[in-house]
């Protein structure tokens, strides 16, 4: 394989150049389309990241990576979700689900063994957190881990976790016996004792949903990842950069939207003139812009902070609530401006919408996103 473009913070524009092409090349419309309907998921895509030192970019340097501002990564997702949501979802995943985790929690072996073959696009780590039980409630995990010999005995069940089958290991959170507090635990998908069905759904379908029984699976503590009952924290962190990465996507794919809603309203004709004249399709429109740079402003706040080392704590959960939220916005109206023409298949706006719907409770609900700011405004 090629070596790994190195990116550092002086070459930004170059980086950008890079994608751009990327995207020009691998992610045109027709493409995306046909992925869509294929149900295909974009794994594939794993190693060119790699070669385009994209998975490296947002990662410290004495890991392996290349030290580039998470906000320079929100920059990336977003241009990677203006031509493909589930391009950004994966290289999201790679790197915040995988790659963050084992840098913050792992152990020199796990970092050893793991880590590389992530950097290189030729491992994946899916999330296992939500039970059919616990979903918001993530606290009310009920899959057990037991103590057996040196190692542990995990059973229980996980459902909606996305990439699984693909994944070459699960991260996961147990209850664990005899203990208070909940154990992370990075399990080898290969493992005796997992089994896996296939969930059906309306959209990101080129993101396979998975449900997963663990039935007695048998690791050793080496799987382990992170102290004893303090497997929320490792859990938490996943999700604290998952998130500030899925609202810059969420704004790649709303923006896309919102240019199709334009240029709808510019080149389509009622009553004798473009629909864009309409005063209420003209408001419309600048009402979306509006939402779109609102929630730019708070994701590019939100990047600043963690850049900074500052806490995020009240603004993560603004950034997740309003990208989100602006995206089911826009690709609500931007549905409603191309009418017919939008709820063809031909038509990307139909995926947008699709697509948009899962993000408002995906990794966490808007509802429990109100609840965190609200607790830090002492309530
Ligand atoms: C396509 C897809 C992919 C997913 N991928 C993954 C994955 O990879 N890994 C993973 O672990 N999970 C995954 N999930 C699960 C996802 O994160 C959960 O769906 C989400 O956390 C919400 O949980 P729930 O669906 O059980 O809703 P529930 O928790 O049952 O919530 C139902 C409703 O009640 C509201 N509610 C709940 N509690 C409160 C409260 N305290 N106050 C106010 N309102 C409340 C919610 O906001 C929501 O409106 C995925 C789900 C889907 C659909």
Redesign the pocket.
Known sequence: MKQALEWGEGDVAQVHETVNRFCERRLTAVEVRRRDEAHEPPYDLLPEFAELGLIRAPLPVEHGGFGLPWGQFCLIQRRLAYNAYFAASILNRVVTFGAIPIIRFGTKRQRENILPRLLDGKALV?????EPGA????KGVRTLARRKGDGWCLSGR?T????AADSNYLLTLCRTEGETGLTAFLVDREIAGIAMTSLG?VG?HC?P?WDIGLDDVLISDECRLGPIGEGFSVIDSALSFSRASMAASALGTARAAFDLAVSHAREREQFGRPIGHFQVIRHRLADMKFEIVKAELLVEELARRIDKGESVAEIAPMAKLASTETLRFVTEHGMQILASAGYALESPMQRYWRDAR?YT????????QR?IIAKTIGL
């Open positions: 899916c999330l296992a957190l939500t979903g918001s409630d993530a996980k909606w976790i996305s990439d759904k990101n993101m949903s899962l409770f995906g990794e966490g609900t808007s509802e429990i609840e």
